[in-house]
């Protein structure tokens, strides 16, 4: 099933996401044989629960840390997210790994304890504009994967892994259907080398300025499971245009 997922960043207040999400349930067509999430910041968290109670959409987080409980301030652990009815959580973020300085080790922590705790990890993996000039993506590609995924190889049907070229998230130059294919098949191929035993029951998801007005160009390969969505998931408008560029997409 595709996962289209909405990415909030830190936008919307609670009063601001609630009317969002009612808003959004009024243009959403259920059971299309789509996934979708949304993201929101953690004091949102709760207001979008609550609004979404009843629907199929389901509730992810955007980050998260790897403790359980503890000295932590300002952190937000798994078991809190859990109770709060979130069922994946984004790991890795371009903008956590380059603006917060999350390694590659503290990224493999927070996907373990997903894994520990039952929600399902969005994996985000991406190369800079000066390592694709460079001619080494597939290079960057693989390193990053392969530390989030270090030690839980054998656990990959219980992750989804988002490529976001981070030389095109909120730049408004997206990397072609073609560049993303390339990378996702190299993805999917690496994934078969680390857990031969995968069967495949994992996600690739494209991620990086997708719009309304490219994104059904994406649902033409097979190999792009789905979105992430950062600003365009801003308006439900927008959002449900993406969501729909899936519809009857198998």
Not at 66 to 95: M, P, W
Not at 161 to 174: D, Q, R
Not at 234 to 242: A, N, R, S, V, Y
Request: proline share 4%; with cysteine; net charge negative.
């Amino acid at each position: 099933m595709k996962l289209i997922a909405a990415n909030w960043k830190m936008h919307k207040t609670p009063s601001e996401a609630r009317e969002y999400v009612n808003k959004f349930l009024e243009l959403y067509e259920a059971k299309q044989g789509r996934e979708v999430l949304i993201c929101p910041p953690f004091t949102s968290l709760c207001a979008v629960q609550e609004t979404l109670e009843g629907s199929e959409i389901k509730l992810g987080a955007q980050n998260c840390y790897y403790e359980k409980e503890g000295a932590f301030t300002g952190e937000v652990s798994l078991k809190f997210l859990k109770e709060l009815g979130c069922s994946y959580v984004i790991v890795g973020h371009s903008e956590r790994r380059h603006i917060f300085g999350e390694s590659d080790e503290i990224i493999n922590k927070k996907v373990v304890a997903c894994l520990e705790e039952g929600i399902r990890p969005i994996i985000c993996v991406g190369e800079k504009l000066e390592e694709r000039e460079a001619g080494i993506t597939f290079k960057v590609i693989e390193n990053q994967l392969r530390l989030a995924l270090s030690g839980v190889e054998n656990y990959t049907d219980r992750v989804d892994i988002a490529y976001e070229p981070v030389w095109a998230i909120g730049t408004g130059m997206p990397a072609t259907p073609q560049d993303a294919v390339a990378v996702h098949r190299f993805i999917r191929d690496l994934i078969k080398v680390l857990n031969p035993e995968s069967g495949m029951n994992f996600r690739v998801l494209y991620g990086g300025s997708v719009k309304p007005d490219n994104a059904k160009e994406f649902t033409k390969y097979r190999e792009i499971d789905g979105f992430l969505v950062g600003g365009a998931s801003l308006k439900p408008e927008t959002f449900i245009e993406i969501v729909n560029a899936f519809k009857d997409v198998n």
